[in-house]
């Protein structure tokens, strides 16, 4: 399958214009090998373990996503050593996808998805979002897991 993607920072003092039908979880994704055009990793949310897949740099990627076991999933995960977590929340708009990534050292990544290039080619960029970072390794999820991002551990009633 095709991922169409473009990755925005927040534009100074940018707010997210968050509609009200939203989704808001947590992800824990583990890298399992990573290559230059090419990686592989688990990523558990909401129950579910998916195994993904991933081809090429840029805006338009090959993506192959597997549910499996959880179990074995979280077997994956603890044998890493390159994770993170983030909190996600995610709304459509248009129709165009959008992610908002939320990382344990306060950075905020939004992720545009398009279904088609035309799509992406018409789209208008908001002004709530800020510097495009699509090709900036920088703001990778496999260079931010080599940091070990990790929340921590909420109390009971936070």
Do not use: C, H
Request: proline letters at 3%.
């Amino acid at each position: 399958m095709k991922e169409i993607e473009k990755k925005f920072l927040l534009a100074d003092g940018g707010s997210i214009p968050i509609p009200a039908k939203f989704k808001k979880f947590k992800i824990k994704q583990a890298y399992i090998f990573a290559d230059f055009d090419k990686k592989v990793r688990i990523r558990i949310s909401r129950g579910k373990a998916v195994l993904g897949v991933k081809y090429t740099e840029g805006v338009i990627r090959d993506e192959f996503e597997y549910e499996i076991p959880i179990k074995d999933g979280k077997s994956m995960f603890n044998k890493s050593a390159f994770k993170l977590e983030k909190k996600r929340l995610s709304f459509k708009k248009n129709k165009e996808k959008y992610d908002v990534d939320y990382y344990p050292n306060n950075l905020v990544v939004v992720e545009v998805e398009f279904k088609t290039v035309e799509l992406m080619d018409k789209w208008v960029k908001p002004n709530w979002l800020g510097e495009e970072v699509t090709t900036n390794s920088k703001y990778s999820n496999i260079v931010l897991s080599k940091e070990n991002l990790k929340f921590a551990k909420i109390k009971d009633g936070e």
